[in-house]
């Protein structure tokens, strides 16, 4: 794997940097930052069902959920993207989380006939289409039938692909390369915040509009946390939302404070790579599309995400 990585490019904290980036943003890119979790055994099923928030039967080999896994307050411990295998489920999450997921999951595992560990023989490729689009229509949650590895295709049009070494190599080899920072500001842009340790236990899955991506089944039965989850949806307002946030200098860390107007109303979720790192998420107690905060002493701009427009 990493003669692999060298013979195209160099990773470090801020992602997959290829050796001749194109200018434009365009093209494919590896995801470093990203890894994959399997689960399996002939219990996978009724397993994640009874801990997930998504509904396991509706994932299949051909379309995929995102999903989040969360305690008994509803907080979630991290969220995911999963898609069927042939033996289980495939769960998409940042590095850092997978063995704090799996940390947790063990304690409902030993009940089933089912077994975890990090799909270490696969690579993520992601490819940034020449035009994106602003659609959310879970209709555009598929996976690819024309291509022979898993290939998720995203809301706004880019495709990820779960490789093998040979086949990253081949996805990889004259095709135009970009940086892993242009899939973070894509992720930024159309609000797929992903949960870090920091901000493990932190959050409802409604803060970070995880409903508006589908990622949260109210019509499936019981899993953990899903008494609260259904109690915020349907017997309250959340108060609190998914922004976007700007700022003319580098944002500082997750789960940084910003200030309304000299109160502290929510903090950095999420920060974009490289380039973008004057971008990202937050979670914010407001209401306004558009509103000026202070985080880290620097003024920012937070607005809604372009799915909650009036």
């Known amino acids: 794997m990493n003669d692999l990585i060298s013979d195209f490019g160099n990773t470090s904290e801020q992602g997959f940097v290829p050796v001749q980036a194109d200018t ?21 099923e009724r397993f994640l069902q009874g801990q997930l928030t998504c509904d396991m039967s509706e994932v299949t080999l051909t379309e995929w959920r995102p999903g989040a896994c969360c305690t008994a307050r509803g907080q979630m411990i991290a969220n995911f993207i999963v898609l069927k295998s042939e033996t289980g489920y495939l769960l998409r999450l940042p590095s850092a989380q997978v ?14 006939k089912a077994e975890m ?14 035009s994106t689009s602003d659609s959310q229509s879970p209709a555009t949650q598929t996976v690819s039938p024309t291509v022979s590895t898993p290939t998720i295709i995203w809301p706004d049009g880019r495709a990820e692909y779960w490789a093998d070494e040979s086949q990253a190599r081949e996805l990889l080899t004259n095709s135009l390369l970009t940086s892993e920072a242009e899939w973070s500001g894509a992720d930024i842009t159309s609000g797929w915040l992903w949960l870090l340790p920091e901000s493990a236990d932190q959050w409802a899955p409604q803060y970070i509009d995880w409903q508006q991506h589908e990622g949260i089944s109210f019509s499936k039965g019981c899993y953990t946390g899903q008494e609260i989850i259904a109690r915020l949806q349907y017997r309250s307002k959340s108060k609190r939302h998914l922004f976007s946030v700007e700022s003319d200098h580098p944002l500082p860390s997750v789960m940084t404070p910003i200030a309304l107007n000299g109160r502290d109303k929510g903090e950095i979720g999420s920060i974009g ?5 004057n971008s990202g998420l937050a979670v914010m107690n407001a209401e306004a599309q558009e509103i000026q905060g202070e985080c880290d002493g620097h003024p920012v701009t937070l607005r809604r995400l372009f799915y909650t427009e009036e």
Request: net charge negative; charged share 20%; hydrophobic share 45%.
């Open 24 to 44: 434009e943003g365009q093209g494919r890119t590896l995801l470093s930052q990203f890894a994959l979790l399997a689960v399996d055994g002939p219990d996978s």
């Open 117 to 130: 560990k990090t799909a270490e023989h696969l690579l993520l490729i992601g490819e940034l289409p020449t």
């Open 99 to 112: 063995q704090p997921l799996m940390d947790h999951l063990k304690k409902y595992a030993v009940f089933f």
């Open 273 to 277: 790579l490289g380039s973008f790192q």
